[in-house]
């Protein structure tokens, strides 16, 4: 089936495109996503020629005019977008053409869908840069608050998903703070990066008109117009350094997630999800199940077959634009929605959380947690080596174990029996409570430290 030829580039078809070709070839299905960043070019793109003497200011206000009437349709849904037309840059300049007619022929002088495209997905990609960065900081103030409250609740700190050694329930929160950070960092780095812009790199070589790259850049938020037009046109290494950051994040958040299911379980019960974030089983009645959080767990899957995708769409593309790249799009939207979505949740399944202080506490004091505290105290008090100090530990532990106790409710007598030197001044080192009042070393699990960290942050996001 063939339909007329291309009303933008047909001059040299004497047939239109057949259905099957029209429907690999379109990308309008999903770059609609561009409208108000394509605009946005355009618009600076006219006011520029028109500066530069090479578009009337006559026309170029219509242009401007027109295409913000162009905007408004779109936002309004009353646009009807034409596969025919196959993208957002020839939707929008056709339907320009019906609104203000001839002058519209003129807007697309001394450019190329190649830059204008490039340019068009650096600022979305940039807006999501910031959207991402906003939303990790609402989490991290989330963060901050449960941190606060809970700066000396003692819970099991684990390895290997081992009871290790007590910390606090604020120091784990806080944790999650200082890897966040590290995302804001990634984004942060990577918008600054991209932030030059391509358009007037026109289809790969530059023009020969007069333009202004620095004017337009300018009025587009870019720091400068980039330096080399194959560059600019066949670049996508800011769409992998976001794609890139939102993998890490999103592991970042699996790893969150992951604990927010195990400790919501019956097992644990170290916290308590908000119906909010939860939902109930059509079968079993007793259920609460973590949704969200697994969810949030899962979305990496995606995010991270964006970031092999497009790797993989990019590999081996001779400079300058090839169509492939057009296959950036789709895989970009759909990782930036999962983050913004799973950022979005787990903010607010942080907030609506409970710990369950008193859980915590008492899985903290069992299963040993303070055997370090043990061996320190042995080997300041008494002056043993740390490798015999750990030994007369084991062995206390052992003791525990087939006494089935835990370690403050040994006898001090049976302590001697294991090491004659050991004095009921041990006991003041075996709670929970002084063990994490002694990790006092900057980063340490100490409340003081907690407290000191909380403030540290409550100032940088103020
Ligand atoms: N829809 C295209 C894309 O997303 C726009 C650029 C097309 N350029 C071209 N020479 N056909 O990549």
């Not at 950022?343 to 409970?354: H, Y």
């Not at 080596?385 to 403050?408: M, N």
């Amino acid at each position: 089936m063939t339909s007329t030829s291309n009303a933008m580039w047909g001059g040299r078809f004497a047939d239109g495109p057949d259905a099957i070709m029209e429907a690999i070839n379109a990308s309008i299905g999903f770059d609609r996503r561009l409208a108000r960043q394509d605009i946005e070019g355009s618009r600076a793109h006219a006011a520029m020629l028109a500066a530069q003497g090479i578009l009337s200011t006559k026309d170029a206000e219509a242009i401007r005019e027109g295409l913000l009437t162009v905007l408004s349709e779109i936002e309004t849904g009353a646009f009807a977008f034409s596969t025919a037309l196959e993208d957002i840059h020839m939707n929008v300049e056709a339907r320009l053409k019906a609104i203000i007619g001839e002058p519209a022929g003129r807007l697309h002088t001394a450019r190329s869908r190649n830059d204008q495209v490039a340019t068009d997905f650096r600022l979305w990609v940039r807006d999501q840069c910031d959207a991402a960065m906003e939303g990790l900081t609402a989490l991290q103030l989330a963060l901050l608050d449960q941190a606060e409250s809970g700066a000396d609740w003692v819970m099991p700190g684990f390895t290997h998903l081992q009871t290790a050694q007590p910390v606090t329930w604020g120091h784990h929160m806080m944790a999650y703070v200082e890897m966040l950070s590290r995302d804001i960092g990634r984004f942060a780095d990577a918008r600054a990066r991209m932030n030059e812009c391509p358009l007037g790199a026109a289809a790969l070589a530059g023009t020969s008109f007069p333009i202004d790259r620095h004017a337009t850049a300018d009025a587009l938020g870019f720091d400068r117009p980039m330096a080399n037009s194959l560059d600019a046109v066949s670049d996508r290494d800011f769409a992998l350094e976001y794609l890139s950051a939102a993998t890490i994040c999103a592991m970042h958040l699996s790893r969150f997630a992951e604990e927010l299911v195990i400790w919501s379980s019956a097992q644990f019960r170290f916290v308590r999800l908000s119906d909010r974030f939860t939902t109930g089983s059509s079968i079993m009645p007793q259920k609460k199940n973590p949704d969200a959080a697994e969810l949030i767990r899962a979305k990496i899957g995606r995010i991270l077959g964006a970031t092999v995708g497009l790797f993989t769409v990019m590999k081996g593309l001779p400079l300058a634009y090839s169509k492939d790249m057009q296959e950036d799009k789709e895989q970009v939207f759909d990782a930036a929605d999962s983050l913004m979505l799973a950022i979005a949740a787990m903010e607010g399944m942080v907030r609506d959380m409970t710990a369950n202080r008193d859980s915590l506490r008492a899985a903290a004091a069992s299963g040993f947690s303070t055997a370090t505290d043990l061996a320190d105290w042995l080997v300041r008090a008494l002056g043993l080596p740390f490798r015999e100090a750990h030994h007369v530990t084991g062995s206390l532990v052992a003791l525990a174990e087939a006494k089935g106790c835990d370690l403050p409710e040994l006898s001090l007598a049976e302590m001697q029996g294991v090491h004659s030197g050991i004095t009921d001044a041990v006991f003041g080192v075996l709670g929970v409570d002084n063990s994490v009042a002694s990790r006092t070393s900057y980063g340490g699990t100490a409340p003081d430290q907690v407290r000191a960290q909380v403030a540290r942050w409550r100032e940088i996001l103020a």
